[in-house]
């Protein structure tokens, strides 16, 4: 059986006015916390149910850490404008102006030239045009 943990807290979100990007962000819960199933219907997790969650003699609460995912890294966002310089004298890829397409796989910028080809870019290849 799959029941939710839900948790009452805020988040808090850092923003750089300077680099008009998020930076940072955390989730701050409180100690209120109710169970409920699926379809969102409150758990009374007492007697014989706690052992659902708390295991034999109602102790020992699983706890996960409330760690959210933290912005990207890379100082560009989808939809910026960008230079995108090769690698190193072996890659085949010529500099290119092109726009901020996405991230893939949390490690490469996809690029968008100006004939509609996406290009998979490693962060130190892609340069903010202002």
């Known amino acids: 059986m799959i029941i939710n943990k839900v948790i009452i807290g805020f988040v808090n ?26 379809m969102g219907d409150s758990l009374d997790l007492t ?3 706690a ?12 706890y996960l850490n409330m760690e959210m995912v933290q912005p990207s890294i890379f100082n560009v966002q989808a939809g910026d404008r960008v230079l995108v310089t090769p690698k190193d004298g072996s890659d085949p890829v010529e500099e290119f ?8 796989d949390c490690k490469y910028i996809q690029v968008r030239d100006q004939d509609d ?5 490693d962060p130190d290849q892609v340069h903010l045009i202002k």
């Open 47 to 49: 007697g014989d149910d």
């Open 97 to 104: 102006q092109g726009v901020v397409f996405g991230i893939k």
């Open 13 to 38: 979100q850092q923003f750089d006015t300077e680099t008009r990007r998020f930076i940072n962000q955390e989730f701050h819960g409180s100690d209120d916390r109710t169970w409920e199933n699926e």
């Open 51 to 62: 052992a659902l969650v708390y295991g034999l003699g109602g102790v020992d609460e699983p």
């Open 117 to 121: 080809n996406v290009f998979d870019c």
